[in-house]
T-cell receptor, first 114, second 115 residues
Framework: NAGVMQNPRHLVRRRGQEARLRCSPMKGHSHVYWYRQLPEEGLKFMVYLQKENIIDESGMPKERFSAEFPKEGPSILRIQQVVRGDSAAYFC????????????FGPGTRLLVL | AQKITQTQPGMFVQEKEAVTLDCTYDTSDPSYGLFWYKQPSSGEMIFLIY????DQQNATEGRYSLNFQKARKSANLVISASQLGDSAMYFCAMRAATRNYQLIWGAGTKLIIKP
């Protein structure tokens, strides 16, 4: 049973380009959370999705950031017109539909904006 | 407001000694969960241990145990017989129902085990 998968592991973009981060949850998991980790800091919640639904996007910037979790395929976190401040590690976590279950994390995507 | 505080930015511990990493939390939710994760230099986030707010006993997982003191709102991680491979960042996190079960994180403690 493969764990949570994220790709790419490292992504370099120039200012103004788009970044697409993908997350495939563990088999049987229908809930996905995205978190951002700035250097030397803890993680900060961005968005919580279930299949085809955004449940809570209160931690996600209103502009340039969007997320989806389609019926088929991975969850996508999309950052348009990236700026240097978007450089961070982006983690995806998945859990089963039972809210008390543990969230399991992917290896993260390190985004560097030049 | 819901908050996690880790007051130790870094710790040095001699190999084979026990180590306690501090974590205090603040929440008004009656039901919540407390987690510890390890982040080695490779960057992945590894789940270590979980404590529910209604659990009567302190959680244990191998060399990891959680010293849960509900009245003091603390959830310290204890690692017994530390090993060189324990060197990493350690994060305490809280999950609260009123926040859609998102995890709220502390700033982390960098643990270095000395040979």
């Amino acid at each position: 049973n493969a764990g949570v998968m994220q790709n790419p592991r490292h992504l370099v973009r120039r200012r103004g380009q788009e970044a697409r981060l993908r997350c495939s949850p563990m088999k049987g998991h229908s809930h996905v959370y995205w978190y951002r980790q700035l250097p030397e800091e803890g993680l900060k919640f961005m968005v919580y999705l279930q299949k085809e639904n955004i449940i809570d996007e209160s931690g996600m910037p209103k502009e340039r950031f969007s997320a989806e979790f389609p019926k088929e395929g991975p969850s996508i976190l999309r950052i348009q017109q990236v700026v240097r401040g978007d450089s961070a590690a982006y983690f995806c976590a998945s859990q089963t539909g039972v809210t008390q279950e543990t969230q399991y994390f992917g290896p993260g995507t390190r985004l560097l904006v030049l | 407001a819901q908050k996690i505080t880790q007051t130790q930015p870094g710790m040095f511990v001699q190999e084979k000694e026990a180590v306690t990493l501090d974590c205090t939390y603040d929440t008004s939710d009656p039901s919540y969960g407390l987690f510890w994760y390890k982040q080695p230099s490779s960057g992945e986030m590894i789940f270590l241990i979980y404590q529910g707010s209604y659990d009567q006993q302190n959680a244990t997982e191998g060399r990891y145990s959680l010293n849960f003191q509900k009245a003091r709102k603390s959830a310290n991680l204890v690692i017994s017989a530390s090993q060189l491979g324990d060197s990493a960042m350690y994060f305490c996190a809280m999950r609260a129902a009123t926040r859609n079960y998102q995890l709220i994180w502390g700033a982390g403690t960098k643990l270095i085990i000395k040979p």
